[in-house]
């Protein structure tokens, strides 16, 4: 499907310096876009598993597409030539999250229902159980050397995983109920992590273990997704408030942009593109649109709905060699939008 696209229309910017900075005021809705000229084309296979909540899309080196399926307790794979799906059963209740590609090539997945990481070779589909020493893995992340990262939402921890030894450290935010969610790697192999129960972003020193938090200006802000620039700044979705914003490590300001969805759109699903332009899927409405956003000009350039309604878009990723955002959907699809010059 490709979508009609309309001219460029500046957003509406907020700019906040510090945690201490009033809150604005947020309209509904956010900032019309028109057209580009620029063209994006969203293709969706349906996953033969139904009702499964196929979920977090990555691709491998040989271009092939890996997935979990959440309900179906399964990791699945699919050929994006062929359109040829398969899969590989897991444990009972392993109820996985979120699968990532690890640096020697393996599948890592997160089990959710049982409390434990799993590592799959994925031309024979055998695995090795990692237990973990808190419930509800959620979303991982490799360090530059070669630590596994994990989010833990319902038991409101961050962990380390050294897949050598097997040894697992953990961090509490300060917060009793700040649900660690989403989490990136800055290019120092620090990283970052939403607090979706919390208005806060939190990095935590590799070297030390150390966490720091950083409090958005907004009390009611809620980020579940974030991604970090070149330039090491965090951008984040407020999930709460239909918010794109900006976080600045090193000046703590923050700057935010109404959605063009207004307050009730609910981003959620975010990722980065190789032109450094910001990509987020507006879950509030069905369809589900995905949304691009340029830094360098400060303008939404996109907005496209996805074909299948998408019924919630929780996780997306970018992937170079095809320029493409990959992403599952709450309708079992898997999606793939390829993006414009």
């Not at 977090?56 to 890996?66: C, E, K, L, S, Y």
């Not at 209740?93 to 049982?114: E, F, K, R, S, T």
């Not at 961050?158 to 989490?183: F, N």
């Not at 938090?213 to 979705?237: F, Q, T």
Request: charged share 20%.
């Amino acid at each position: 499907m490709i979508a009609l696209l309309v001219p460029l229309v500046a957003a509406t910017c907020i700019v906040s310096c510090g945690s201490d900075a009033s809150r604005p005021a947020v309209e509904s809705p956010g900032p019309a876009v028109a057209s580009s000229p620029d063209s994006l084309e969203i293709r969706e296979w349906t996953v033969p598993w139904p009702n499964t909540r196929p979920r977090d899309p990555i691709v491998d080196a040989g271009g092939r597409v890996w997935f979990v399926g959440q309900r179906g307790n399964y990791v699945g794979s699919l050929d994006p030539e062929s359109g040829e799906f398969d899969r590989t059963d897991l444990p009972p209740n392993a109820l996985p999250h979120n699968v990532i590609v690890g640096p020697d090539g393996a599948l890592w997945y997160a089990g959710n229902g049982d409390g434990h990481i799993g590592r799959m070779d994925p031309a024979t589909g055998e695995s090795r159980r990692f237990d973990v020493p808190v419930r509800d893995p959620h979303t991982l992340m490799f360090a530059p050397d070669g630590k596994l990262w994990f989010t833990a939402q319902g038991a409101n921890r961050i962990g380390r995983l050294d897949p050598e030894t097997g040894d697992v450290q953990v961090v509490e935010p300060s917060a009793a109920d700040a649900r660690p969610y989403g989490i990136v790697m800055d290019d120092e192999g620090r990283p970052w992590v939403a607090l979706f129960g919390t208005n806060r972003i939190a990095t935590i020193e590799p070297s030390t273990m150390e966490l720091t938090e950083h409090a958005l200006p907004a009390a009611d802000a809620r980020i579940r997704r974030l991604e970090v620039a070149a330039d090491g700044s965090v951008w984040y979705a407020d999930y709460a408030r239909g918010i794109l914003g900006r976080f600045d490590p090193a000046t703590v300001e923050v700057v935010e942009w109404i959605t063009p969805g207004g307050s009730g759109s609910r981003p959620y699903a975010l990722a980065m593109d190789d032109r450094q332009r910001i990509w987020f899927v507006e879950t509030g409405s069905e369809p589900n649109r995905l949304v691009g956003f340029d830094p360098s000009t400060e303008e939404f350039f996109d907005v496209t709905p996805v074909p299948s309604g998408g019924g919630t878009v929780r996780h997306m990723v970018f992937d170079a060699p095809t320029v493409s955002l990959w992403f599952g959907t709450d309708a079992n699809t898997i999606g793939r939008a390829r993006l414009g010059s």
